[in-house]
């Protein structure tokens, strides 16, 4: 286990704890710096980062809480700060039972000095625990072991009066409930004592005007003793009486320091209620934005189809386009072949009219020469001379020759 220090601003000053472990508690730490600094009372460990601050545990570890900060250590101040005396230190009465510790992550420390002490009352008196050099391992437990039986004691004394003070959370609406809240319980406290110290004055006044019309009536020489007693128990009361006036004022202390407790409380719960009123307006903010973007995006998403499907649509009519142009070029193709063949089966027939006239012409030429060759023979068998009449269409001049030779 590796040991390190450990950084503690006390009243404005540095101060480093040396041999400090992840098992050592704030407890132990406050009893070494109260030791260091020579002051004894009542002491809170906070842990500030920047404008937010935490009272840690008595129980808890610092190093270990100052690691989860992770990269922000460095920046996280350890700040010991005194609020109030010691449980030891203050004064007790014998008819008023101790009113329990308050409970804010506050630890106590042994004083290092007694109350008052009386040469003739024996009840007032007790001995005090010598101081102990204290380590981070034996030092608590030291100083549980010493005081642990006048606390109990302070415990069942309280327990049996029924005084407890008891701070509950902070609710919704703002404020701390009671039963009875910390400043109404030692205002009623203040009061008790109060009362308890007029009626003592007020039963010292009757003693002492006892006490003077008893020695008026016997001599001095013959009542020496029992005078003694009277100014003994005198002495005796009014130790009493300095007593309860000092815990008067002790928890007029305590009073006060509630109150200033319940102020800082009200003001961080101000200060909170104004942040979440911020954060809720950022919320706002970053949800009309976030609306807005999805709007967008919305409307970014919609036309991004509409493209689309504009472009679907185009290229469906290019494709079709493609498709005619295509037809139409296989068509203009095929026209081109159709009119070459056209040109061509025109030329053929021009080529076949021109035969067939050369034909014609051999023919009519053929037809001459027989009709001529014809002649000659008939001629030639029947010995008649014959006319020879002007050419005829071939019809003509066959249906002539048949029509004479029958």
């Not at 190093?63 to 350890?78: E, F, I, P, T």
């Not at 415990?155 to 609406?173: D, E, P, T, Y």
């Not at 029992?226 to 009361?237: A, D, G, T």
Request: glycine share 6%; hydrophobic share 30%.
């Amino acid at each position: 286990m590796k040991a390190m220090e450990l950084k503690v601003w006390v009243d404005g000053v540095q101060r480093i704890v040396c041999g400090v472990t992840e098992f050592t508690t704030c407890q132990e730490v406050v009893i070494a710096l109260a030791q260091a600094i020579g002051r004894t009372g009542r002491y809170t460990l906070i842990e500030k980062w920047r404008e937010t601050e935490r009272h840690l545990a008595p129980n808890e570890n610092p190093v270990v809480s100052l690691n989860k900060w992770g990269q922000y250590a460095s920046d996280v101040q350890l700040i010991l700060q005194r609020t109030g005396p010691s449980v030891s230190e203050r004064p007790t009465s014998e008819g008023l039972a101790r009113v329990p510790e308050r409970g804010l992550y506050r630890q106590s420390l042994p004083p290092l000095a007694k109350l008052r002490p009386s040469g003739t009352d024996r009840s007032l008196k007790r001995k005090e625990p010598k101081r102990k050099s204290l380590t981070f391992t034996g030092g608590a437990k030291g100083l549980r072991e010493i005081f642990g039986k006048s606390r109990d004691t302070d415990v069942k004394q309280s327990q049996q009066h029924g005084v407890s003070l008891n701070l509950s959370r902070v609710g919704g609406g703002g404020i701390a409930s009671v039963p009875g809240s910390p400043a109404r319980e030692l205002s009623r406290l203040v009061q008790l004592q109060r009362n308890k110290l007029q009626a003592l004055e007020s039963r010292l006044l009757g003693c002492e005007a006892e006490l003077r019309d008893w020695e008026e009536a016997t001599g001095e020489a013959s009542d020496e003793g029992n005078l003694e007693e009277e100014l003994l128990l005198l002495e005796q009361q009014v130790r009493r009486n300095d007593a309860e006036m000092e815990e008067e004022e002790f928890w007029q202390n305590e009073l006060q320091i509630e109150q200033e407790s319940e102020w800082q409380l009200r003001q961080q719960l101000a200060e909170l209620q104004g942040r979440v009123r911020d954060c809720e307006a950022k919320l706002s903010e970053y949800l009309a934005r976030i609306q807005s973007m999805e709007a967008g995006v919305e409307q970014e998403r919609l036309q991004q189809e509409a493209e689309l499907k504009q472009r679907v649509n185009e290229e469906e009519v290019q494709a079709q386009l493609e498709k005619v142009r295509a037809e139409l070029e296989m068509q203009s193709q095929q026209t081109a072949r159709l009119e070459n063949s056209c040109r061509a089966l025109e030329r053929s027939l021009s080529q076949s009219g021109k035969r067939l006239q050369e034909k014609e012409q051999e023919l009519e030429q053929l037809t001459k020469e027989l009709r001529q060759v014809n002649l000659q023979q008939f001629i030639q068998q029947t010995g008649t001379k014959v006319t020879v009449l002007p050419a005829e269409p071939s019809e003509d001049i066959s249906s002539g020759i048949n029509t004479r030779t029958h």
